[in-house]
């Protein structure tokens, strides 16, 4: 440079009809056009004609002519197709290159393709599918002559039915680098099939290349942390009477028709009792570890007690004892009972509260509480600390992303390995397998938590009580440490919520 004044942009206009120069040292070039010393300075390199590139996968190589467009017109193409290919013969190129397809692509500025690889085929993953537990939500309807309030408790199975099956993984096809190299193929991921072998066999049909699962024995189907099991189910045709005995039972109990006055069931797992017409006085239906389900309602009597760690579902319920540690689900009507329950949901329309004590944790929701008559009807809503809840539920959603995104990472992981492991990597990719498992049980016992928490956070505030038709004169309902009582005949829907240290109403 013998004169300053001249700019970078400038100089950078020039390089647009030069292609073939590389600048390599931008601090050299701005140094010689400021200082104008007449030193003879490197700046870059002189590339070649053409050159030929590989992809860091070495499934594909690209070529780029290193002339302008005008140039390249007048080029001889056979010099360029001759350098193209003996550089592709130094960097070892010797699969998927087309000479046709080269000269078909040829061009200037622009890199284009001269050879492609065989990409390796990952190989299909396994595809699980179980047996479906039948939903626990009660059709409440009428047809003008029966109140129906159906719904199936206990997922019974045969000995020999179908409760499972796997579709294998396949196997993965190799590739060919553009070297010619083979790239070794990824087998499709296997997925576990959880299941309790002591109850439950499996058959693999090599036809099909499926894995199948059966009961090994006639009961009632369980997942117990993500695993299928066949439980003990005592199933009575009939009724619960002088004829059977009380019943206490170590697993599920099917009652075909009603259970007798003074009578007893108790089980630790679901019980349901189908007759239509229900039960009356009997002395005591319990479940210790799940729920309960009585088809045709509660007559009790001023005697029946019914208790159960998980939920309740009965079309009616009058003069009895419930006492639930879930949801209590009835159809119509609650009379005269006394009932303590997390959640007490009566669904129906035309639904009632009538007389007794009804005490939840969360929330009660009912068309009608109460009664023109006027009978007198407490209800008690103990409440919750709704900050405390939010929080914790937040917290989880948080705690299961990160779990999710572990069980994401440890899945693209496993798709790394590759078959005919050594010893030493085989048992890396056991480790990343049981790693994967742990993860999908985690997330699964969160989201169970995190719907627990769904009951305290559908209520408003900390504890309501919904009345979507009528609220009658003599009810009084309390949640925490503050009363409500009804006077006069309210024939509106209506909230009663505890907020801000206060009741409201609304």
């Not at 013998?2 to 073939?20: D, M, T």
């Not at 400021?34 to 996968?57: N, Q, W």
């Not at 047996?131 to 199936?152: A, C, I, S, T, W």
């Not at 997942?223 to 003990?232: H, P």
């Amino acid at each position: 440079v013998i004169e300053k004044g001249y700019s970078v942009s400038a100089f950078n206009q020039l390089l647009v009809n030069l292609p073939r120069v590389k600048i390599v040292d931008f601090i050299a070039l701005k140094a010689a056009l400021k200082d104008a010393d007449e030193k003879i300075l490197k700046i870059g390199d002189y590339k070649p004609l053409t050159e030929v590139t590989i992809s860091k996968e070495f499934l594909q190589a690209k070529a780029m002519v290193n002339l302008t467009n005008d140039e390249f017109r007048e080029y001889d193409k056979k010099v360029i197709l001759e350098s193209i290919l003996k550089q592709s013969s130094e960097k070892a190129i010797i699969y998927g290159q087309d000479i046709n397809m080269v000269l078909a692509n040829i061009r200037a500025i622009e890199s284009f393709v001269v050879a492609t690889g065989k990409e390796p085929i990952r190989g299909n993953d396994a595809i699980v599918k179980m047996y479906r537990m039948n939903l626990l939500e009660p059709e409440v309807f009428q047809d003008g002559k029966v109140n129906h309030y159906e719904l199936n408790l206990i997922n019974r199975v045969n000995k020999d039915d179908w409760l499972g099956e796997r579709i294998e993984p396949t196997k993965g096809v190799e590739g060919v680098s553009v070297l010619g190299n083979k790239i070794p193929p990824i087998d499709g991921r296997q997925e576990t099939l959880k299941y309790d072998p002591n109850t439950i066999r499996t058959t693999y049909d090599e036809e099909k290349n499926m894995t199948f699962l059966y009961a090994k024995r006639a009961g009632a189907v369980v997942y117990i942390k993500e695993r299928i099991s066949v439980s003990n189910y005592l199933d009575i045709q009939g009724d619960v009477s002088f004829h059977t005995g009380n019943i206490d039972f170590d697993g599920f109990v099917d009652v075909s028709n009603t259970v007798e006055d003074n009578f007893t069931v108790t089980a630790d797992d679901d019980v349901q009792v189908m007759g239509l017409m229900g039960i009356g006085g009997v002395d005591l239906i319990e479940s210790k570890h799940g729920n309960i389900y009585i088809r045709g309602g509660i007559a009790g009597k001023n005697k029946a007690v019914i208790r159960c760690s998980g939920n309740l579902y009965t079309k009616f319920a009058a003069d009895c004892t419930i006492e639930c540690a879930g949801i209590v689900n009835i159809g119509y009507y609650a009379m005269n009972c006394h009932i303590k329950a997390k959640e007490v949901i009566l669904e129906a329309a035309n639904s009632q509260i009538i007389g007794g004590y009804t005490e939840a944790t969360a929330r009660v929701l009912v068309s009608e509480l109460g009664s023109r008559a006027g009978v007198q009807t407490k209800v008690h809503i103990t409440g919750f600390d709704r900050a405390k809840i939010k929080q914790d539920y937040d917290l989880l959603d948080a705690v299961i992303e990160g779990a999710r995104s572990k069980m994401n990472r440890t899945k693209k992981e496993l798709e790394q390995f590759s078959i005919n492991l050594e010893e030493k990597e085989r048992f890396k990719q056991q480790q990343k397998e049981e790693e994967y498992e742990k993860y999908k049980t985690q997330i699964e016992e969160l989201l169970n938590r995190k719907t627990s928490y769904v009951s305290f956070l559908r209520a408003k505030g900390e504890g309501e009580v919904v009345i979507k038709k009528a609220l009658y004169q003599n009810v009084s309902i309390s949640i925490k440490d503050d009363k409500y009582i009804c006077a006069d005949e309210e024939l509106l829907s209506s909230i009663v919520y505890y907020e801000d240290y206060e009741l409201h109403k609304e």
